[in-house]
């Protein structure tokens, strides 16, 4: 391996290395408009290197398209080890070597491809008179293939395939709207084109005749989709990095309760069909299902080797990097809202009289560290388990993390895309400005 020669070459000028090796291809395809075809392609590969020197830590990383000059590299570390400040606990990993199963690389058929574009994208302006344009259907796939070896005797590979696909499309009566909906998964096989456009395609339908809503209390539901994008605006709270900085407010609730009884999250170690199903993470270290919060009770905070070493917490192996160029950070693989598998979505519509979201405005504006959220909603009224008619533009403000304990129910459908999944949620006493 190409992460073990290398660490044997420089080994002896430092008291400990990491070794980080990663091959990385995206492909991209887009068809807009039903006749615009157009596709894109990345490649990276380089290495990313950590080494302690006395007490100090230090990175350097190249790209291998690039001259590879390790002697370089590693007169960089030395001389830059002279003047960063002593690291303040372990951060490479002291654990012995496992074996890992590489993945097989993907092979992309560009034609294929294409004619799937073509096919849902006809098949979503078939869907309903009322559907105008396809503005864009795409399929990406990632692939990654990664080494790291370090001083204490790890040496694993892994690999990662990932692919998306969305669509968004323009219905059009007397007012237009747009419907869009994304899905991921393993591999291509396994994505539901199907269920994609159709679902964007009554998103959009629905969305064509708004009425107005009262400004007063609801109970509400929020969609799983539209949930799991709320979750992960806010999963900075479960991170260790948050809490040595003192930013997240759950900093001295463990053990304590933050979410209402029905909610636990886990961060699993494999889900079928997902992605992000790896046996180790991006420090090499194995992967095990984590709970986090277990009936609205917070058991942990997520770690990777140095804040577990800095807080003095287990490991869970949730080291990430965003590439060869980057330093491991702390994020999830695959995290949910465990589903109650005796909830479907009727029998929740049944326990509200409120309103169902389908759409937020101005997430990116909300507060992660305080909670508080002002944002636009777009959704159903609800009456007798039936969603009896559409309004848009409505105002909802709130604090996250008093919202979370006012849970009442989740559903059995969980939607996941990344690394983050939710079902269906339902909540009360929700103010709402009509």
């Known amino acids: 391996m190409l992460a073990s020669d290398i660490l044997n070459k420089i080994s002896d000028e430092?008291?400990?290395?990491?070794?980080?090796?990663?091959?990385?291809?995206?492909?991209?395809?887009?068809?807009?408009?039903?006749?615009?075809?157009?596709?894109?392609?990345?490649?990276?590969?380089?290495?990313?290197?950590?080494?302690?020197?006395?007490?100090?830590?230090?990175?350097?990383?190249?790209?291998?398209?690039?001259?590879?000059?390790?002697?370089?590299?590693?007169?960089?570390?030395?001389q830059a080890s002279k003047i960063v400040k002593d690291v303040d606990a372990q951060t490479i990993p002291k654990i012995e070597a496992f074996k890992t199963t590489d993945i097989e690389k993907p092979k992309i058929e560009e034609h294929l491809i294409k004619d799937k574009l073509k096919e849902i994208s006809f098949k979503a302006k078939d869907f309903d008179e009322r559907i105008r344009q396809v503005k864009s259907t795409s399929i990406g796939i990632f692939y990654s293939q990664t080494e790291i070896a370090n001083s204490y005797g790890l040496?694993?590979?892994?690999?990662?395939?990932?692919?998306?696909?969305?669509?968004?499309?323009?219905?059009?009566?007397?007012?237009?709207?747009?419907?869009?909906?994304?899905?991921?998964?393993?591999?291509?096989?396994?994505?539901?084109?199907?269920?994609?456009?159709?679902?964007?395609?009554?998103?959009?339908?629905?969305?064509?005749?708004?009425?107005?809503?009262?400004?007063?209390?609801?109970?509400l539901i929020i969609s799983n989709n539209t949930f799991r994008d709320i979750l992960a605006h806010f999963i900075g709270a479960f991170n260790g990095y948050y809490v040595i900085n003192h930013t997240t407010p759950f900093e001295d609730k463990l053990n304590e309760k933050v979410f209402s009884d029905n909610i636990t999250i886990i961060d699993a170690k494999k889900?079928?069909?997902?992605?992000?199903?790896?046996?180790?993470?991006d420090e090499g270290v194995e992967r095990t299902d984590t709970t986090i919060v277990e009936n609205g009770?917070?058991?942990?905070?997520?770690?990777?080797?140095?804040?577990?070493?800095?807080?003095?917490?287990?490991?869970?192996?949730?080291?990430?990097?965003?590439?060869?160029?980057?330093?491991?950070?702390?994020?999830?693989?695959?995290?949910?809202?465990?589903?109650?598998?005796?909830?479907?979505?009727?029998?929740?519509?049944?326990?509200?009289?409120?309103?169902?979201?389908?759409?937020?405005?101005?997430l990116h504006m909300a507060n992660p560290i305080s909670g508080d959220f002002s944002l636009g909603i777009n959704g159903f009224l609800v009456h007798n388990g039936e969603l009896v008619s559409y309004f848009k533009a409505a105002t909802f403000a709130d604090n996250f993390y008093d919202m979370v304990k006012r849970i009442i129910a989740v559903s059995d459908n969980l939607y996941f895309l990344g690394s983050i999944g939710s079902p269906d949620i339902a909540i009360a006493d929700c103010v709402i400005g009509g």
């Open 155 to 219: 040496n694993v590979s892994f690999g990662k395939t990932h692919v998306s696909s969305a669509i968004e499309v323009l219905a059009e009566d007397k007012i237009s709207d747009l419907g869009y909906y994304a899905l991921d998964s393993d591999s291509i096989d396994t994505i539901d084109f199907e269920f994609l456009y159709k679902k964007a395609s009554s998103l959009a339908v629905n969305k064509l005749y708004p009425t107005s809503i009262d400004t007063k209390k609801y109970s």
């Open 297 to 362: 009770i917070l058991k942990t905070f997520l770690h990777n080797t140095y804040t577990s070493n800095k807080l003095n917490m287990p490991n869970t192996a949730n080291a990430k990097r965003g590439g060869f160029d980057s330093m491991p950070k702390v994020g999830p693989f695959n995290l949910y809202i465990k589903p109650d598998k005796t909830t479907n979505r009727d029998k929740l519509l049944n326990m509200i009289d409120g309103i169902y979201i389908i759409d937020v405005m101005g």
């Open 271 to 281: 889900i079928e069909k997902r992605p992000n199903s790896m046996h180790s993470d």
């Open 14 to 78: 430092f008291d400990a290395v990491e070794v980080f090796v990663e091959y990385s291809k995206d492909e991209g395809f887009e068809l807009k408009n039903l006749k615009d075809f157009s596709k894109q392609l990345t490649e990276n590969k380089g290495v990313g290197i950590r080494a302690v020197k006395g007490n100090k830590l230090v990175f350097g990383y190249t790209s291998l398209a690039d001259e590879f000059n390790l002697d370089k590299i590693v007169n960089d570390l030395k």
